[in-house]
């Protein structure tokens, strides 16, 4: 029984709200505070004919670590959950600091002015978060999240060692748009339009953006092209199990979407630097946000299932080599159902849930700064399967042929 405070009124605080309500055994008290509060009071009116709790909302901006301060102050939870953007994780962990809360996220600190995923920044709060006796989780998403969680299961239960690991991301949904982005906009294209980076052999190997692609049949989808990536669980798995020698990242993209993002990128839309316009600066990444549907408001048209997970090659248990692919398919209908949002909301959002009962439940201690593969798996996993998000491992003939 434990009181949070979920921060960010988007997709992924929907969805781990809704599912927090659903667990009134886990989550005793639920506060929910955003930049914008009547987005805040939509999730409320939602959550209270689905689960009979009630939500209390408040409008914070979460930069202002005094406002935040006071506000954690004021309402005293035992765990803010940060489901707004990654721009506010570092302002959050010091209002944490200052209030004597735990903190979890699901995506690693950004600065505005540079799209660079980086873990250190964060990682340079683990002092001070174990001299104040407080835990901060990092990354408790599907991808960063589930994914780790993914690959310490298989290593605890069927690898002696693992050599390689590729975590293959499809959203095989269609939401009938010509453009939109399945999560923040702003966070998604910075993250495609960054150069691509995976760990091979102790070293970081750069490729330009959307250079390498690769075509996947995904149960429940179908053949995709998907395309590598760099995405900020490599750092954190390489740095935690540094056995495996390659770590690769994987997302589907259609062709319609790469057309449009080729020429948002070639006319200057996705820039992240300021530009004058009409006497004022703009960035045209967040004018473009501001133009593109809002992730929230697909949820109704999306049809389709993502599938999500991570094919790893190694030496098992029984002395033989094998590769092993463990994964979840979600159904975009099925999600909007249970609450309201499409499926890239809802496996980002229950995993949040789920991160949050871990700590609140005292499943998963310790005072310090942690990546969700630092944990024990199983009560991770359990609770995947019992809350909307099964989990299956299939043995492939051999490892990946690319
Ligand atoms: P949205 O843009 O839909 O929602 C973000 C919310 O945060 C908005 O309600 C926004 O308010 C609020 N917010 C922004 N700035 C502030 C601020 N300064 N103070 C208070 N609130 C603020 O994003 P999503 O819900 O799609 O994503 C949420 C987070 O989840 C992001 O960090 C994203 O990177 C992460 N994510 C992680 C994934 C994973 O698998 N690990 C996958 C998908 C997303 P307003 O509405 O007023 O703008």
């Not at 940060?82 to 979890?104: F, K, R, S, T």
């Not at 990092?138 to 290593?155: A, I």
């Not at 499809?170 to 010509?178: E, K, L, P, S, T």
């Amino acid at each position: 029984m434990s009181k949070v405070l979920v921060i960010g009124a988007g997709g992924v605080g929907s969805v781990a709200v809704h599912k927090m309500a659903m667990n009134p055994e886990i989550f005793s008290h639920i506060s929910l505070a955003s930049r914008t509060k009547s987005k805040c009071d939509a999730i409320a009116e939602s959550v209270k004919p689905r689960t009979n709790v009630d939500i209390d909302t408040y409008g914070l901006d979460a930069d202002d670590v005094a406002a935040t301060t006071a506000l954690l102050n004021s309402i005293k939870p035992a765990l803010v959950v940060n489901l707004a953007l990654p721009y506010q994780d570092l302002n959050i962990m010091e209002a944490c600091l200052a209030a004597g809360v735990h903190y979890m996220d699901t995506a690693n600190y950004e600065p505005l002015d540079v799209a660079k995923f980086e873990y250190h920044w964060q990682w340079a709060y683990q002092d001070r978060f174990k001299e104040a006796g407080l835990t901060a989780l990092l990354g408790s998403g599907f991808d960063p999240g589930v994914t780790s969680v993914f690959t310490t299961y298989l290593k605890k239960h069927h690898f002696d060692r693992i050599d390689t690991l590729d975590i293959l991301d499809c959203n095989g949904g269609d939401h009938g748009q010509a453009f939109a982005t399945n999560f923040n906009p702003e966070i998604n294209i910075r993250e495609v339009t960054a150069v691509a980076r995976h760990w091979e052999n102790g070293d970081w190997v750069e490729t330009p953006p959307m250079s390498v692609k690769q075509s996947f049949d995904f149960e429940a989808v179908g053949p995709k092209n998907m395309y590598l990536m760099y995405h900020e669980e490599i750092e954190s798995l390489k740095t935690h199990l540094p056995e495996i020698k390659r770590i690769r990242f994987w997302m589907t993209f259609g062709d319609a979407y790469i057309t449009h993002l080729n020429v948002l990128q070639a006319v200057g839309m996705t820039r992240i630097d300021p530009v004058m316009y009409e006497g004022k600066e703009i960035i045209p990444l967040q004018f473009l946000k501001a133009v593109l549907p809002e992730p929230a408001s697909l949820g109704p048209t999306t049809k389709g299932k993502t599938n999500i997970g991570c094919i790893a090659t190694g030496l098992g248990k029984d002395g033989k080599e094998k590769t092993l692919y463990i994964y979840n398919i979600c159904d975009h209908e099925d999600a909007y159902a249970e609450t309201g949002n499409q499926a890239v909301s809802y496996t980002t959002g229950v995993p949040a849930m789920i991160g949050a009962a871990m700590l609140v439940t005292g499943k998963w201690t310790g005072a310090g700064v942690w990546n969700m593969e630092q944990f024990d798996p199983d009560p991770f996993m359990d609770m995947l399967n019992a809350h909307g998000l099964p989990w299956q491992v299939k043995e492939l003939d051999g490892p990946l042929q690319f």
